[in-house]
C-alpha cells in the first residue's frame, strides 16, 4: 500500500470510529459516539448588592447607597424601595402588631447602572426609627440595607434666639414661633 493510501485509511478509521486499521472487536457497538454538546451558554442571573454610607442619621440628612449590578445591563434603571407596616385596615402600624402586613414600597428615588455595572444614590429619610431599605431593577433585588433614622432637633434650640422688632422679646416667646412649635 502506497503512502497516500495508507493515510486516507487512517483517515477514514478515525471518522468511522473505529480507531485503527483492524476492524472493530466482535460484540462492539461499532456505531459512533455523538460528541457531547458543550453546555449552552446562559446570561448570569441577574444580582444586585447595596451599602448605605451611614447606618444612623437623623431625619431629612443625606446618606447615599451605593453598589453594583451583575448580569443587568448598563443604563437599566434601579429603584429604592423602602420595607413598611400596613394593618389590614390599611393603617401604618408597628412591627409589634401581629396582624399587620409587611410589604416593599418604592420611594420616589431611582437611579441607572453604569457601564461598569456599578450606581450610587443620594437618599434623605424622614420616617424616624429602623428602615429596611433595598434597590430593585433588572429583575433582582439587592440585600436589605437598614439605616436607623433618629428625630432631627429643634431648629430653634441650634440657634440663637431671634429678637422680634416690633416687642423686644425672644422669639421663643412670640406664639407659632419655631421654638413654640418644638416643645
Not at 31 to 47: D, I, Q, T, V, Y
Not at 107 to 117: E, F
Request: glycine share 10%; charged share 20%.
Amino acid at each position: 500500500m502506497n503512502r497516500t493510501h495508507r493515510s486516507a485509511a487512517v483517515i477514514l478509521c478515525l471518522l468511522t470510529g473505529l480507531g485503527s486499521l483492524g476492524a472493530a472487536a466482535p460484540g462492539a457497538d461499532s456505531a459512533p459516539h455523538p460528541a457531547p454538546h458543550p453546555a449552552p451558554l446562559r446570561a448570569p442571573e441577574p444580582a444586585l448588592t447595596a451599602t448605605a454610607d451611614r447606618a444612623d442619621v437623623t431625619q431629612w440628612q443625606e446618606f447615599k447607597i451605593s453598589g453594583s449590578a451583575h448580569g443587568i445591563k448598563p443604563g437599566t434603571p434601579l429603584a429604592l424601595e423602602q420595607k413598611t407596616t400596613v394593618t389590614p385596615d390599611g393603617q401604618g402600624t408597628s412591627a409589634e402588631d401581629r396582624t399587620a402586613l409587611t410589604r416593599w414600597s418604592a420611594l420616589p428615588a431611582s437611579v441607572k447602572t453604569r457601564t461598569n455595572g456599578t450606581y450610587a444614590m443620594r437618599v434623605k429619610l424622614g420616617r424616624t426609627g429602623v428602615n429596611e431599605l433595598r434597590i430593585t431593577g433588572g429583575g433582582a433585588a439587592s440585600p436589605v440595607v437598614t439605616v436607623t433614622v433618629r428625630p432631627a432637633p429643634c431648629a430653634a434650640a441650634e440657634t440663637a434666639p431671634e429678637t422680634a422688632p416690633e416687642t423686644g422679646t425672644d422669639a421663643a416667646e412670640r406664639p407659632g414661633s419655631e421654638s413654640t412649635r418644638c416643645q
